[in-house]
């Protein structure tokens, strides 16, 4: 069973701080998504990396793929509290069967006004 | 953007009792539909993953008779947790892959399940 660490677990900041989440495995992704959710709702999807180092923006979120397409993160620049919420990152793994995606354990982040 | 839609949002039963939980998508073909469950503060934990017309494939731990999954059309899956138990109280939450899109998947709302 492939592994996918993400870190850290918990994040308060206030606003207007920077941030940075990480993901990582030691298996070769094939893509990796990254969701936001919050409580009592599904997660939304965010962004999609395929190749990497790739680098996708989403006005103040900052996504990065790895060279070696083993790692990813996701900066945000200037939080607001309207950021606040648990990120996911999924991967699917090259070889995965039936395009599986497995989650990291999450980022709740909360930014203080 | 696609939706994939959840009945019903929430449900308290009694123990001992069936629940049936639906998946739609709703403006497009899902031959794939996955079943997550999610408690407080945690990650989404794979359970199965059921293709259009045949069985589905269960997640190690998961029992497969506790969590029946039906996916009769392109269009819906279904999840029964049968002789429900306090222990089975979480956020349930679909997925399904437009078949055209490799990467895919466009996450339901989540049904929160509390069996008293």
């Known amino acids: 069973t492939q592994l996918l660490e993400q870190s850290p677990q918990f994040l308060s900041i206030q606003e207007g701080e920077n941030l940075t989440v990480y993901c990582n495995s030691s298996?070769?992704?094939?893509?990796l998504q990254w969701y936001r959710q919050e409580p009592g709702e599904g997660p939304v999807l965010l962004v999609t990396?395929?190749?990497?180092?790739e680098v996708k923006k989403l006005k103040r979120l900052t996504f990065q793929f790895g060279d070696a397409r083993k790692d990813s993160s996701l900066h945000i620049t200037a939080a607001q509290p309207g950021d606040t919420g648990l990120y996911l990152c999924a991967g699917v793994w090259s070889g995965g069967s039936n395009y599986k995606l497995t989650f990291g354990k999450g980022t709740l982040l909360t930014v203080n006004p | 953007g696609a939706v994939v839609s959840q009945h019903p949002s929430w449900v308290i039963c009694k123990s001992g009792t069936s629940v049936k939980i639906e998946c739609r998508s709703l403006?497009?073909?899902?031959?794939?539909m996955f079943w997550y469950r999610q408690f407080p503060k945690q990650s989404l934990m794979l359970m199965a993953t059921?293709?259009?017309?045949?069985?589905?494939?269960?997640e190690q731990g998961v029992e497969k008779d506790k969590f029946l999954i039906n996916h009769a059309s392109l269009t819906l899956s279904t999840l029964t947790v049968t002789s429900a138990h306090p222990e089975d109280s979480s956020f349930y939450i679909c997925s399904a892959r437009d078949f055209l899109l490799t990467y895919t998947q466009y996450f339901g709302p989540g049904t929160r399940l509390t069996v008293l």
């Open positions: 403006d497009f073909q899902a031959t794939t």
């Open positions: 298996s070769v992704f094939s893509s």
């Open positions: 059921s293709n259009e017309g045949s069985k589905a494939t269960y």
């Open positions: 990396v395929v190749t990497g180092g």
